[in-house]
């Protein structure tokens, strides 16, 4: 069992490329090679193969790497399955996985979600969903300031708060307000359920 996140860029037409795309491919390029692996196309679409383990941290890193610059953010669908073929990239797979991601895309392009999963058991979609739903509340206010935070401890979860204020030139005690208003704790709780559904299913 794998992951596919695939993903387009929210307010993209409204910004440059090179504000975000080397971002996005320096994130990406820790997962494989490309296209194998991962794939940025259409300009603003993206897709990436994943363990199912770190599917969820994976998708919520972009959104905070994303949500970094100014005014853009993320819109996207996690499918949890099979993957039946493997073509000469990943946009030209198939299984399960990639077609469970690419309907969650296309069905969450109408509604006011940006991040929806599909695992094939449904009652845990249910319940994730709805736990994300919740949590893009806060996730998709999150400033430019908070999303950089964000995108920083969700990449080095063992390092201190006095070590994340040393890496971004402030106090401390900003580190901690900082990750309040992010709303930390409830992300974390969010990835600390999903590791036991993941092993459930």
């Not at 949590?135 to 999150?142: G, I, K, R, V």
């Not at 309040?180 to 990835?191: E, G, I, P, S």
């Amino acid at each position: 069992m794998i992951a596919i996140i695939t993903g387009d860029i929210i307010n993209s037409e409204g910004h440059h490329s090179s504000e975000w795309v080397d971002i996005l491919k320096g994130y990406f390029a820790r997962f494989g090679p490309s296209p194998m692996n991962w794939e940025i196309y259409r300009g603003d679409e993206f897709q990436l193969k994943v363990t199912k383990d770190n599917a969820l941290l994976t998708a919520i890193s972009i959104k905070a790497l994303i949500k970094s610059v100014k005014d853009l953010d993320v819109r996207m669908g996690i499918g949890i399955g099979l993957e039946t073929y493997i073509g000469s990239g990943v946009s030209e797979s198939n299984g399960p996985a990639y077609q469970r991601s690419g309907r969650k895309l296309e069905s969450i392009k109408d509604g006011k979600v940006n991040l929806s999963i599909a695992t094939g058991n449904e009652f845990y979609d249910r319940t994730l969903n709805l736990m994300l739903q919740l949590s893009l509340d806060f996730m998709d206010d999150w400033s430019v300031v908070s999303a950089e935070i964000m995108a920083l401890v969700l990449d080095n979860q063992t390092a201190s708060q006095k070590e994340i204020a040393k890496k971004l030139g402030i106090k401390q005690s900003a580190v901690s307000q900082r990750l309040k208003r992010a709303r930390l704790h409830l992300v974390m709780d969010l990835l600390e359920y999903y590791q036991k559904v993941i092993k459930e299913i």
